[in-house]
């Protein structure tokens, strides 16, 4: 995803995005094949997977706003989508995950320098 906001040719910007969506279809199995239908990777409950993809999920939406794009949506990733919102609506993460604005802020300031 850090690809993406250096990428300077549109096209290259395009290639990019479509190799996250291609990753995130990948999720979208694994997913499917971990959880066995229930809320998280691990089943149940927030495991060690969830924690360590749900902590790209802010600098997702940046990308999805700054690009204008959907990256994680209805069509493509239903039960990525799902789980995303579980987790960030889950009492041990929602007062913990960061601001998109404060986010995107943060990645203006980067692209700055």
């Known amino acids: 995803m ?19 969506r291609k990753g995130l ?3 979208e199995d694994v997913f499917k094949d971990c959880s066995k239908g ?3 990777y691990g089943g149940d409950q927030i495991g060690l997977l969830d924690i360590a993809l749900g902590s790209f999920l802010g600098w997702l939406r940046v990308v999805e706003i700054i690009n204008g794009v959907k990256l994680l949506d ?3 990733t239903p039960e990525l989508l ?3 919102e ?5 009492s041990a993460v ?12 943060f990645s203006k300031s980067l692209a700055k320098g």
Not at 94 to 105: A, F, H, I, Q, S
């Open 86 to 90: 579980r987790f960030c609506a889950h």
């Open 25 to 27: 279809a990948l999720l």
């Open 2 to 20: 850090r690809s993406i906001r250096g990428a300077s040719e549109e096209n290259e910007k395009k290639r990019l995005i479509e190799e996250v």
């Open 94 to 105: 929602k007062d913990v995950m960061p601001e998109t604005e404060r986010l995107l802020e």
């Open 74 to 76: 209805q069509n493509n």
């Open 38 to 40: 229930k809320g998280f």
């Open 82 to 84: 799902k789980w995303a």
